[in-house]
């Protein structure tokens, strides 16, 4: 009789590449900070709207926050997916 085998092993995933690696950072370093800002400017014309009941200039700087921080924020999510999608193949 032969001993039955345990669980499959887990795929590992490869290693990253140097350029890979290279990608990873700057898109965090673009994608950190442009997402904090854009938060934290949306978060202040809340607040500055609950205060005053100005419900119009909340939208206006709704609008130019998302306008100015979306770029940025697709650009750093685009380089991390494409520096994480550079793996070696095991």
């Known amino acids: 009789m032969s001993m039955p085998e ?3 092993e887990p795929k590992k995933k490869g290693s990253l590449t140097g350029g890979g690696i290279a990608l990873v950072v700057i898109g965090l370093l ?13 978060i ?3 607040v500055a709207a609950v205060s005053d009941s100005n419900w119009n200039d909340f939208t206006q700087m709704l609008t ?12 750093g999510a685009f380089l991390l997916w494409a ?3 550079r ?4």
């Open 30 to 42: 673009i994608l950190v900070p442009s997402g904090l800002c854009t938060g934290l400017m949306g």
């Open 87 to 90: 793996r070696k193949k095991k």
């Open 64 to 75: 130019e926050t998302i306008s100015f921080g979306l770029i940025p924020i697709l650009v």
């Open 44 to 46: 202040a014309g809340f």
């Open 6 to 8: 345990g669980p499959p």
């Open 83 to 85: 520096g994480l999608q």
